[in-house]
């Protein structure tokens, strides 16, 4: 398999604007999952709730401990997969 080496150059282009690239990404994965857990699966979602997980997992890596932060990333997506569930069998009701 061939490596798409187009978005390589795109990335390699914008490196100079890389903070504006990083903010509009992150903008838009934040509509994203805002849009999913909101309107797709109905899901409440509880900024505090991922604020907490996410900074488990950064101070896991910030303390270079790639375990607890495995284990921190691993019961955030346990938890968002025990909601997206609950929130499917919501909508069988």
Request: aromatic letters at 8%; proline letters at 4%; one cysteine or more.
């Amino acid at each position: 398999m061939e490596p798409n080496w187009s978005n390589y150059l795109i990335i390699q282009s914008l490196w100079g604007s890389f903070p504006l690239m990083l903010l509009l990404m992150w903008d838009m994965l934040a509509n994203l999952m805002c849009k999913s857990q909101n309107k797709i699966y109905r899901i409440s979602w509880t900024p505090k709730k991922a604020l907490h997980a996410h900074k488990k997992i950064y101070l896991a890596l910030k303390a270079k401990d790639p375990g607890r932060a495995v284990e921190a990333m691993k019961q955030h997506m346990l938890d968002e997969e025990k909601a997206l569930l609950a929130a499917l069998e919501k909508g069988k009701d």
